[in-house]
T-cell receptor, first 112, second 117 residues
Framework: EPEVTQTPSHQVTQMGQEVILRCVPISNHLYFYWYRQILGQKVEFLVSFYNNEISEKSEIFDDQFSVERPDGSNFTLKIRSTKLEDSAMYFCASRGTGLEQYFGPGTRLTVT | AQSVTQLDSQVPVFEEAPVELRCNYSSSVSVYLFWYVQYPNQGLQLLLK??????LVKGINGFEAEFNKSQTSFHLRKPSVHISDTAEYFCAVISPNSGGSNYKLTFGKGTLLTVNP
């Protein structure tokens, strides 16, 4: 069964450093999403991506964040200068023509 | 804007007992509703969804949920739980984006179901 994969599973970085979180969505899916979950809080929407451009972004998704689909398979989330409050679990999701979103296992980002 | 409330942060039950996890949503427009499950150290897995039609929907692992528009609820139920059902359960809602087909999910805070022997 096809699934969404994410790498790395855990990333530790120092404040101010750039990180790139990688996702491989399900191959025939068209819509891609990033969500995050700060420990003990809700899963929150960050950004959606369709047809090689951002279709919607939340207030959290400021100029420090960017997304890219550099080739036909990868979907990346970049944080240019990490802050302590960026520590969270980051989930990638994708969907096809239906409404169901399929999630990856997440990347736990720890900013020290 | 829509919001989702999961009234119980933790629900402990004994094995083979029935369980209901509560979810209420707030939205001024039609919604699509979902339940996701997160097992320890894993991602979010879709349990079931309500898009239209019958208000009682059945999902994987013996779970079902009932959409109640008048009470704006979508409670999750299982008649007899197993130890393996121990996980975090998230209710989520989609309201169609007026600008297109974005369909972002808005999640509740989650309910930790712990099934004890």
């Amino acid at each position: 069964e096809p699934e969404v994969t994410q790498t790395p599973s855990h990333q530790v970085t120092q404040m101010g450093q750039e990180v790139i979180l990688r996702c491989v969505p399900i191959s025939n899916h068209l819509y891609f999403y990033w969500y995050r979950q700060i420990l003990g809080q809700k899963v929150e929407f960050l950004v959606s991506f369709y047809n090689n451009e951002i279709s919607e972004k939340s207030e959290i998704f400021d100029d420090q964040f960017s997304v890219e689909r550099p080739d036909g398979s990868n979907f990346t989330l970049k944080i240019r200068s990490t802050k302590l409050e960026d520590s969270a679990m980051y989930f990638c999701a994708s969907r096809g023509t239906g409404l169901e979103q399929y999630f990856g296992p997440g990347t736990r980002l720890t900013v020290t | 804007a829509q919001s989702v409330t999961q009234l119980d942060s933790q629900v402990p039950v004994f094995e083979e007992a029935p369980v209901e996890l509560r979810c209420n949503y707030s939205s001024s427009v039609s919604v699509y509703l979902f339940w996701y499950v997160q097992y320890p150290n894993q991602g979010l897995q879709l349990l079931l969804k309500y898009l239209s039609g019958s208000t009682l929907v059945k999902g994987i692992n013996g779970f079902e949920a009932e959409f109640n528009k008048s009470q704006t609820s979508f409670h999750l139920r299982k008649p007899s739980v197993h130890i393996s059902d121990t996980a975090e359960y998230f209710c989520a809602v989609i309201s169609p984006n007026s600008g297109g087909s974005n369909y972002k999910l808005t999640f509740g805070k989650g309910t930790l179901l712990t099934v004890n022997p």
